[in-house]
């Protein structure tokens, strides 16, 4: 009995989920029939669809699709080419780019030098995402073939940092043309371009036939914007949705133990954390949050909402981003140490704050588990949940005290994953959403981003995150594994490790039944 209940619950959340969101029901083709149609489960809508106005994760599992970089990172996240076929480097501040002839944009434009510098000059510009490119100087074009790319420092991330998805190349006469909408019309040279958008909803992207690695095998892919990890399990259960991104919870399992799908984890770049406004009292005050980090039992939340799928943080940057130093230390549980730093901080009965969330089922979990645990000390939690783009934009402008997020370590280079959090000229959008300032950090942070020597970067990044850690900005739960669900008959799916899976390449088991 109790089994068909869960059946007849499951079926129901499915129309639900799929009728009421969409109209008609989405299928791939039927026995006998060719599938065309490639159906992704998102775990949440792209805020925008420019690369250079947004660095979410979401919208770059979008973008990645639509858009090449001058350079990619293969597997092993070692820098190959893209539409860059070639470069040197012949002193510590200039790199000179060899670009592939005859790449088209989606418009038929083809792709030169002229929109290389184009893109990078419109980073360069970009609040959100500027700290990206470090130093960037200047760019010239030598011919339409050949950029040099300048900085004003050494900068040794300089390559890595160029593969990100939002260092991707533009076609200037595009972005012109659609002006303040091209973040809902974008045109770039990847494997597919995009055809709709139905806000909150889907994103629907064609095959580009003209891609310089020859077409993707799969014509359609639906990008489908589904907030409740269940909902994006239930969907592969009922064969509505081909691949599902971050499954949570008992999910993993249902999945796993299912003989029709498969159940990909490992290790990622990723890690959550919780962040504390340290420009607002309390958390101005570096005794709160070190009492803070003194109360939460970070065990709890790996055993409860992660399933064990992640392990105990000691840093911003997990071990397989290039500077992790394992000199950093994870906090200990000590509740009369942090009742006595809360007193000093006159705070002796505790106080009253709110946390934080957007609809991510696992940082809701997280915020009641570390709301019931800081009653320990006399602190009071309100979680407080906002949809996503309000979270960002919130967040961005300070209006939060303390809030739940993650970051992904996108070039597995150090720098990507400390200066963006850490340093004062992040504020807001750009990473630092803690508004955290120290001006020893800020110049060690300078000073490994403008070396080329890789052990000298190490050592600066070793003392970033032991004072880090110690002043507490973020307290950080975990080192996250990444998850994907999918069809058995879905195949030569890649996890990458920044978790910016790209679709070129996936195709359908031949003769497999649906």
């Known amino acids: 009995m109790k089994k ?71 597997d092993n996240m070692n820098v190959v080419p893209a ?26 434009e083809p792709l030169t030098a002229k929109d ?26 030598v011919d339409d073939y050949t950029v040099k790319v300048i900085t004003k420092q050494p900068f040794g991330a300089l390559l890595s940092h160029l593969s990100h998805p939002t260092a991707a ?19 770039g040279t990847g494997p597919y371009k995009f055809i709709s958008w139905a806000s909150g909803d889907r994103i629907v992207l064609e095959a580009n036939p003209d891609y310089f690695m020859g077409e993707t095998p799969i014509k359609n892919v639906i990008i489908r914007a589904i907030s409740e990890a269940t909902n994006r399990t239930i969907g592969l259960e009922t064969g509505e949705i081909d691949i599902a991104y971050d499954l949570e919870g008992m999910d993993k399992d249902r999945v796993r133990e299912d003989k029709n799908l498969v159940f990909l984890e490992e290790p990622s770049l990723g890690i959550d954390y919780i962040g504390f406004n340290t420009a607002k009292a309390p958390f101005n005050d570096i005794r709160v949050r070190q009492a803070i980090a003194m109360t939460i039992k970070v065990d709890d939340i790996i055993e409860t909402v992660y399933k064990g799928s992640a392990t105990r943080a000691n840093s911003l940057i997990g071990p397989k981003v290039f500077g992790h130093t394992d000199d950093a230390k994870a906090w200990e549980v000590n509740i009369e140490k942090a009742k006595q730093l809360l007193a000093e901080a006159g705070y002796p009965n505790g106080f009253k704050s709110k946390i934080w969330i957007n609809e991510n089922p696992d940082r809701r979990d997280i915020a009641i588990i570390v709301q019931d645990q800081l009653r320990a000390i006399g602190v009071d939690i309100e979680v407080e949940t906002l949809e996503w783009g309000a979270y960002l934009e919130g967040t961005s402008r300070g209006d939060h005290e303390m809030y739940i997020l993650g970051w992904v370590s996108v070039t597995g280079d150090a720098d990507y994953g400390l200066f963006p ?94």
């Not at 040197?88 to 592939?100: A, K, M, S, Y």
């Not at 190349?169 to 045109?187: F, M, R, T, W």
């Not at 996250?480 to 996936?506: D, I, M, S, T």
């Open 4 to 74: 068909k209940l869960h059946l007849l619950i499951m079926a129901v959340l499915s129309v639900l989920l799929f009728v009421s969101c969409g109209g008609e029901k989405e299928t791939n083709s039927g026995k006998g029939e060719v599938r065309d149609t490639l159906i992704v489960a998102n775990g949440a809508d792209a805020k925008s669809l420019d690369p250079h106005a947004t660095n979410d994760a979401p919208s770059s599992k979008v973008t990645v699709q639509i858009y090449d970089r001058l350079v990619d990172q293969d």
């Open 83 to 108: 539409l860059a076929e070639s470069w040197e480097q012949p002193d510590g501040v200039t790199t000179i780019f060899h670009l592939r002839k005859g790449v088209k944009f989606h418009n038929g």
């Open 116 to 141: 290389v510098k184009f893109s990078l000059d419109r980073m360069k510009s970009s609040p959100q995402v500027s700290h990206i490119i470090g130093t960037l100087d200047r760019v010239e074009i």
């Open 169 to 187: 190349i533009l076609n200037e006469k595009a972005v012109k043309e659609y002006g303040d909408s091209y973040g809902q019309h974008p045109v």
């Open 421 to 514: 959090l850490l340093h004062s000229s992040c504020f807001g959008g750009a990473g630092n959403r803690a508004f955290y300032k120290n001006p020893k950090v800020d110049d060690l942070l300078l000073r490994a981003r403008n070396s080329n020597d890789q052990e000298e970067r190490k050592a600066l990044y070793r003392e970033v995150q032991i004072i880090a850690q110690e002043e507490v900005p973020y307290y950080i739960t975990a080192f996250k594994e990444q998850n994907v669900g999918l069809q058995k008959y879905v195949e030569n799916f890649k996890q990458r490790p920044a978790g910016h899976h790209r679709l070129y390449g996936v195709k359908f088991k031949e003769n497999a039944d649906k």
